[in-house]
């Protein structure tokens, strides 16, 4: 089980990328929402792109799921992240995006921080947690929600940071409750377990976050706030109260590596750049943004209306009138 816990680690990176890319085109193609509204999620369910984004997802998360069933939350949370250089990857060779240098170098640093995170994580059965535990996870998704409302009025990079630190929040809830639940013995156990009920709830309440924090127009900035959010307090709790565990003598490695990776996630948070506008905002003309083709068809037609206008014209009889006016008299 322990080696193909690493195997679930990276088959999870990918899906997770391409979730979010997907997810992403999906975010920009509906309705600017400027609260924190569940039906931006209905919505978004009504594009197939988005259901393609969402299968991805859900796939990733059952491999997250599974890989934490022996790897330290630190890990899984901190390589979740380099879910975003999958995406940066795709984004640049399908839709042509273009990041700045800068933003090339934080994802090369985010890639070695992982791997310092990755030689030094110990793979361990996780601890249980107590009714304490559980309530305070409550309290800390119903404070997300609470603070989410007045985060969706934010725009631009602020909101897609904003709320992305929020969904980040909300994910980190989940593979909480998900590390000791990984553990289960049985599926009735699994089933009547309330961490389950919990890791859906914060789940959803995660999916509605970063949607809106998509919908800000950097996809780069708002998954690596969320990145950032969901490693930190789960890499805490992890280590403190779950048992995860590091391999004697590579504590400072897994230090500096984790540092690292937060580290590049952060800078990704402040030099990344809109990689597209939403689509219901848009303030040049729709010709100007057409392609290629869009633009030939509309001159076509353009052309073929003048030309239907310039034969009824000329099939018209002229209008009577007075005769035209010579000289330079008064007109």
């Not at 984004?91 to 994802?107: D, S, Y």
């Not at 580290?263 to 750049?273: M, P, Q």
């Amino acid at each position: 089980m322990l080696s193909t816990s690493w195997g679930f680690l990276a088959a999870m990176v990918i899906a997770y990328g391409v979730a979010n890319l997907l997810q992403s085109v999906a975010a920009t193609r509906t309705k600017l929402h400027t609260s924190c509204n569940p039906k931006l999620l209905v919505r978004l369910a009504s594009q197939r792109i988005y259901l393609y984004g969402l299968g991805f997802q859900v796939v990733g998360f059952l491999l997250a799921f599974v890989a934490r069933r022996d790897l330290p939350l630190f890990l899984v949370q901190s390589a979740a992240s380099a879910g975003l250089g999958v995406t940066a990857l795709c984004g640049v060779l399908i839709l042509r995006w273009k990041l700045p240098r800068a933003e090339v170098g934080l994802l090369a640093l985010l890639f070695g921080g992982l791997f310092a995170l990755v030689i030094s994580a110990k793979p361990a059965q996780a601890h249980g947690i107590g009714s304490g535990g559980l309530a305070m996870l409550l309290v800390w998704l119903a404070a997300i929600a609470v603070v989410g409302v007045f985060a969706a009025r934010l725009h631009g990079v602020p909101g897609a940071v904003a709320l992305g630190l929020l969904a980040g929040m909300a994910f980190s809830a989940a593979a909480i409750a998900g590390r000791p639940l990984a553990s289960s013995h049985s599926i009735s156990e699994f089933v009547s377990s309330p961490l389950l009920y919990v890791l859906i709830g914060a789940s959803l309440l995660g999916q509605l976050l970063i949607g809106l924090a998509m919908q800000r127009g950097s996809t780069t900035a708002a998954v690596a706030s969320m990145d950032a959010a969901a490693a930190v307090p789960a890499a805490a709790i992890g280590l403190l109260f779950l048992g995860d565990q590091i391999h004697s003598g590579r504590e400072w490695l897994a230090g500096l590596g984790f540092f690292i990776t937060l580290i590049a996630v952060i800078g990704l948070t402040r030099y990344a750049e809109p990689q597209h506008h939403h689509e219901t905002a848009e303030t040049k003309p729709r010709a100007l943004t057409a392609g290629p083709r869009a633009l030939k068809a509309r001159a076509l037609a353009a052309r073929h209306l003048a030309a239907d206008a310039a034969r009824t014209v000329g099939a018209r009889p002229m209008p009577a009138g007075p005769p035209p006016r010579s000289g330079t008299g008064p007109r």
